[in-house]
């Protein structure tokens, strides 16, 4: 029997997905059983044994302590998730945009795009933590309290002309983090360009021909091409700004386990964060799914008679 293009396809997917399921089987299935089980008891070292698991008087104990006990991580957390809200659409836009000039033919694009494709080739998290921090404290001239990122001109001049106070703060955050935004969309820019090599050009002759602007062309042609690629980058940039070496919430939770020696606390925080990601996750799904054609077969209805 001779199966079609579409089975083909999906078994396809499922053998390049097996090494990763495998793999999350064997090797993560076991630390996350470990995280569940230090969240719902009291680890305790001694030199008898090296480590116990006490009973808790409430199964819930931990979770109680790092959501209503302790002050910084719910605070950290809310902090955090507020500034997805913003980074995350700016780094798909300017993701998207740098994807199409490189896309362009000009002299020089090869190594335009090596540039942009470093942070992919240094994906280590101490080691962009490293040039990201260089970055950000170079100096104006002489003058080593001033950042070349500072925006601090630019955000007294916005605050003179009466615009609203969280709106600049919003905009001065991130020029103050734009080298953080070039490097958090090394993957990003890669696979949308990846969607741009897609679209055929007889699409943009067509275009053309019709009469449609640049604008148009973009709206009508390249948009919608793109657009399963937007939903594959949202899911990344999601989870690559969440478990981020430089997020507040990571740190903290590494903070309380190695620094407090409070491991089941700590196991406790990032379960609770881990669902929370999960949580969100779905939710993009299947919002931007109402919106994005991801994965709908084209073809003309059959017409009645």
Do not use: H
């Not at 305790?44 to 480590?51: L, N, Q």
């Not at 001049?157 to 009466?162: N, Q």
């Amino acid at each position: 029997m001779k199966m079609s293009n579409v089975r083909k396809r999906k078994i396809a997917g499922w053998l390049f997905a097996a090494p990763w399921l495998v793999g999350m089987v064997l090797l993560f299935s076991q630390s996350l059983y470990s995280l569940i089980r230090y969240s719902f008891t009291k680890l305790t070292f001694d030199s008898v044994s090296g480590y116990t698991f006490a009973p808790l008087g409430n199964l819930f104990d931990n979770y109680k302590e790092a959501f209503m006990v302790d002050t910084i991580f719910p605070q950290r957390l809310i902090t955090s998730l507020g500034e997805m809200l913003y980074r995350i659409p700016v780094i798909l836009v300017f993701s998207l945009f740098i994807a199409i000039v490189l896309n362009q033919d000009f002299k020089g694009r090869g190594l335009a795009r090596g540039v942009f494709f470093l942070p992919i080739i240094l994906s280590s998290g101490v080691v962009s933590s490293i040039i990201k921090t260089a970055l950000t404290s170079m100096s104006l001239g002489t003058d080593s309290s001033t950042n070349i990122f500072s925006p601090t001109v630019l955000t007294n001049a916005l605050l003179e002309y009466g615009m609203p106070d969280k709106l600049v703060y919003t905009i001065s955050g991130m020029i103050s983090d734009v080298s953080d935004l070039i490097w958090s969309s090394g993957v990003p820019i890669l696979i949308f360009l990846m969607g741009l090599l897609t679209i055929p050009t007889t699409y943009y002759e067509v275009a053309k021909v019709e009469g449609a602007t640049g604008w148009e062309a973009f709206w009508k042609v390249t948009f919608p091409v793109i657009s399963p690629y937007i939903l594959v980058n949202l899911i990344y940039t999601c989870i690559d700004g969440f478990v981020s070496f430089d997020n507040s919430v990571m740190q903290y939770i590494m903070d309380v386990a190695y620094d407090n020696v409070k491991y089941s606390l700590s196991s406790a925080m990032a379960l609770s964060y881990f669902v929370i990601i999960i949580v969100i996750l779905v939710a993009v799904i299947l919002l931007t799914s109402l919106f994005i054609p991801y994965g709908i077969k084209l073809g003309r209805k059959k017409e009645g008679n």
